[in-house]
């Protein structure tokens, strides 16, 4: 097992060392400025060649073996000569630059000048040599490190520093032979609970758990493996949708998320099944502003991919969960919203699809949808759109039938009803428009039954009628034109 860490290792040491820094730093005591109480100045100035910084350094990637690299030209100021003398140790040069209480660590220029004193100092006493990694440890701990990493990594004058900080801290892991499970405890990520992926330093250990399992080729587990020993599914799937809101961590989040969903595939575990075990069963009507929900419909996507063939569809999953009226609702109130328009577009068509392939006819879906129940007024009834939609769905799909939104309404109420129905709608300026339409749509039907104008007087309810009624304006219309007919025999109709 050794022999496989030191040919990882070697391997790590000779990519890291061909992107090593060509222009070393050279510390001089000139410009020293009063950084504290200490009794010398000890801060410095890092000269380097003017077409060599950071951050070219940072383009080129993780340089040097070790954080040593970077600093192979620094020279001691003279107080630090001194504590050489002396024979103090590095740890104690740490503290005397006041290291250990850096608010900003990697970001502190005296932590080069200690890092030139931990060389001089490894060079003398080779027998108390240590490491950068090896003193951060001590001081802040393996958790607190890779906070500190993390942290540096996202800001363009450390970052080349922090991820070489972080090959270290990796490196001397790997070869005390610290396992994922270990280093997982030492993050103290194993006390981080729900909040795991909250945590910096969980970065830090995924790359760690690529780095350990790439010397075991014969086991190849993934995190998700790992993580699930210690949350549930339910629990997992809630944290991973969170983290892919969160940059540092999306990346992870989406790959366990990956993982999860491959299980889930293979399981063929079904969407309803899923849905519930995301408790979006109990969100409610905002359910398609949830961002949960998104996530369940990839998965529903993916599910009928992987299963192709399967006549699984969303809106039929949904549909064992919610009737279809408060369906369209949720529908039509997302479609209202920027964010979640495109999901209630998508949803909507679905529904009338599913519709359609169930061979429910206009007058069916009109009960679905509640609408024969009158709570609100039938054109002013936000389900009423919808309803119209199927109907003219239904009409394209079957064009050598007579479907027509008059003919489906008839179809519903009685003739009388309808009429009340539309006289009422007449009498609000937001439905007079499409009520003026089918009242005279329904007055040409009449006309062309050739209806006695007595029945038409009933229909309308014109007793005791104003002359500006439009029950009255729209009898005596249809009197005028019934006048005018060929004279025969007028058909009375059953009512």
Known sequence: MRSQWLVFLASTVLLLTTGA??????????????????????????????????????????????????????????????????????????????????????????????????????????????????????????????????????????????????????????????????????????????????????????????DFHKVKPSKKPTLFSFLRLRYSEETLAHMLIAAEKVPTTKTIATRVQAELTSLWL????????????????????????????????????????????????????????????????????????????????????????????????????FKLLRLDEGNVPLLENPLFSTWTKYMAYFSDLRPKEDVSLLTELNKVYKERDLTQVLVEAYQVPRTKGLATKLLDAQMKQWLFEKRDYLEVFYLLRVEGATAKDVRKVLYNNYRYAFDRLPKENPVRSKS
């Open 21 to 210: 820094l060509s222009t070393p730093y050279t510390l001089t005591s000139n410009s020293l400025r009063n950084d504290g109480p200490a009794t010398r100045k000890l801060s410095t100035r890092i000269h380097s060649d003017e077409n060599t910084s950071v951050d070219s350094a940072e383009d080129r990637g993780v340089a040097g073996s070790t954080v040593e690299n970077l600093t192979n030209s620094l020279k001691l100021t003279d107080e630090l000569d001194d504590l050489l003398k002396a024979g103090k140790s590095t740890n104690y040069a740490f503290k005397f630059l006041a290291l250990d209480k850096a608010d900003d660590l990697f970001a502190n220029a005296k932590l080069h000048d200690w890092i030139a004193y931990m060389k001089a100092f490894n060079k003398k006493a080779p027998s108390k040599r240590t490491t950068v990694i090896a003193t951060l440890t001590a001081h802040y701990g393996d958790d607190g490190v890779a906070k500190m990493i993390e942290a540096a990594k996202q800001v363009r004058t450390t970052s080349a520093f922090a991820k070489r900080v972080q090959s270290e801290q990796t490196q001397r892991w790997l070869m005390d032979g610290k396992t994922p499970k270990q280093v997982f405890k030492l993050l103290k990520l194993d006390k981080a609970g729900t909040d795991l992926f909250a945590q910096p330093q969980i970065v830090t250990w995924a790359k760690y758990f690529d």
């Open 266 to 365: 293979t399981r063929k575990k079904e969407p309803a099944d899923v849905f519930k075990l995301l408790k979006l069963d109990e969100v409610g009507m905002s359910l398609l502003k949830d961002p949960v929900f998104n996530a369940w419909l990839k998965y529903t996507d993916d599910f009928r991919k992987f299963h192709f063939g399967t006549k699984l569809t969303t809106i039929s999953v949904l549909g064992k969960f919610y009737q279809d009226d408060v369906l369209v609702k949720m529908i039509l109130a997302a479609s209202k919203h920027p964010s979640t328009s495109e999901i209630a577009k998508r949803l909507s068509t679905e529904q009338r699809r599913h519709w359609y392939m169930s061979k429910f006819a206009p007058e069916h879906v």
